[in-house]
C-alpha cells in the first residue's frame, strides 16, 4: 500500500512512522539522528549484571525499556520488511533495517523466561531473515542467537513476570496476562521459517497441542500471538494446514457479512476493543490482513466463511480503511499520527516530548519539577513525529489531553504494524 491510494500519501506516513523509532532511542545517538530533540540517555544501563544494555527503545511515554514488548516490535518490524520491504522506496528499506539494528537484549539463566527469551528468538529469527541479502555475515550472526534464545526459553519454561525479582518491575504494565506457551511456538515459528529446516517443524508438530496451538484465540500483540503464529505457519506443510484452516477462521470473524463475525467497531468505522490504547488492535489486525492478502495473491486463493468468499482485494480494503481512520478519515478530522497532516495530537503523553529538550534547557528538571511541564494546556515542545497515540474510544471521540495516557500515550507496539502500509 505504500504508493496506493489518492486520498492519503501512504509513503509519506511511512517514512514518519519510521523516523518515530529515532525519537524512542536510549544510548548514545549517532551523529545522523533525524530528531534532534533527542539526546544521549540510559548510558549506564546494565552497569549493575556488568553488560552493556545501552541502546534499545524506550516502549512508550516513559524512560524504561521493556525487553518483552522491545523484542515484539522488532519481530514485526523485520516481518513488515520480510513481507513489504521490496514496496518501500529504497532509502526507507534502510532506515527501517537501521531500526531493527537498534534492540538489545538480555536474558539471565536459570530465571524462567520462557516468553521473553521466545519472543527474543523469534525477533533474531526474523531480523536475519530481514538482513540476509543486505548484510549476510549479520543475518547469520542473528540466527545463531535466535536459536541460542529459543533453547534458553524451551529449557527454563515459566513466565518471566513469574520471578519476583522482574514482577515488580514489569506489572501491571507487560505482564504475562496470557502464558509463554504461545511465544515458544512462536519463536520456533520464526525459526522453521528462517532455517527451513526439519528440526524446528518437528518441535511444532510434537508441542503444538500441549502448547495450546489448538486453541481458538482470536487476538494478536504483544502478549498473544496466536493470529499471528497461523500466519506465519503458512499451509505448504501438509502437517500445518489446520494452522492455515485457523488464520482463515480468525480473518472471517473480521468481516461483518460473515456468520462468524464477532468485530465491535466504532460509529466512525474504527476496530474496537475494550482496555485503553486502542489503535494497537486495528493496526495490529490491519497488518494481519494485508499479510495474508499477500499470500492469497500469490497462490491465487480466496477464503470461504461459509457464506460469503473473502478475496485478497477485499483484505486490502479492509486494512486500508483502518488505515485511513487513523490518518484523518474519521469523524473528528483528526490524525492520530503525529506530523501527518494539519490536525494532530499536540499533547501527547510522553516524557521527551513534553519536557524541554535539554539542548534547550541544559538545567537539571527533577522529577517534581516535571509537573509543570506534565499540567501545561501547551503544546509538547518537541515534536513526536510519526508516533500513533492510543487513540480514540468506542464512540469515536478523543480529548487531546496529555493526562489522560490510555487515548494519548504512544508507544512501539503501536508502530510497527504500521510499515507494511
Known sequence: MVNSGKGHDYEEALSKAILFFEGQRSGFLPEDQRLKW???????????????LTGGYYDAGDNVKFGFPMAFTTTMLSWSVIEFG????????????????????????????SDVAGETAAALAAASMAFRSSDPGYSETLLRNAVKAFQFADNYRGAYSDNANVRDGV??????????QDELLWGAAWLRRATQGDDFLNYIQSNGKTLGAEDNINEFGWDNKHAGLNEVLDGNVDSLESYKTSAESFLCTLIPETSSSHIEYTPGGLIYRPGGSNLQHATSIAFLELVYANYLSRTSQTINCGNVYVSAQTLRQRA???????????PLGLSYMVGYGNNYPQRIHHRGSSLPSIKDHPQHIECKEGSIYFNSTNPNPNVLVGAIVGGPGEDDAYADDRADFRKSEPTTILMHHLLGF
Do not use: H
Not at 539526546?39 to 546494565?46: I, R, T, V
Open 171 to 180: 506489572c501491571p504494565y507487560y505482564c504475562d496476562f496470557d502464558g509463554y
Open 38 to 52: 533527542r539526546a544521549n540517555s540510559g548510558l549506564s544501563d546494565g552497569w549493575t549484571y556488568n553488560v552493556d
Open 320 to 330: 486500508k480503511r483502518q488505515v485511513d481512520y487513523i490518518l484523518g478519515d474519521n
Open 86 to 113: 521490496e514496496m518501500m522506496p529504497p532509502n526507507e528499506l534502510r532506515n527501517a533495517l537501521v531500526a531493527i539494528r537498534w534492540t538489545v537484549y538480555a536474558v539471565d539463566a536459570p530465571n524462567t523466561a
